[in-house]
């Protein structure tokens, strides 16, 4: 029997990992905490840092992969 509930999650198969890499990557550090005001983003910014952070606040986990799949819409990350 196939799983077919995360058929239609665009996030499904993504690790936070690779989405704040691809943030960062694409738009930088700054960019990013204009852009979600968290302070992981904008006070000395690191992928373990915010990634521990993230892990443990779910409304900032949130509020990163909503980003995320904007900017993918915006076509504002690199491929």
């Not at 000395?44 to 993918?72: D, G």
């Amino acid at each position: 029997m196939e799983d077919t509930s995360q058929k239609n999650n665009p996030l499904h198969g993504l690790t936070l990992e690779k989405i704040v890499t691809d943030l960062v990557n694409s738009i930088g550090w700054e960019e990013l905490g204009q852009q979600v005001n968290i302070n992981c983003f904008n006070s000395n910014p690191s992928i373990k840092s915010s990634l521990k952070f993230l892990r443990k606040t779910p409304w900032a986990r949130t509020k990163v992969e909503s980003f995320y799949l904007y900017a993918k819409r915006k076509k504002m990350l690199k491929e």
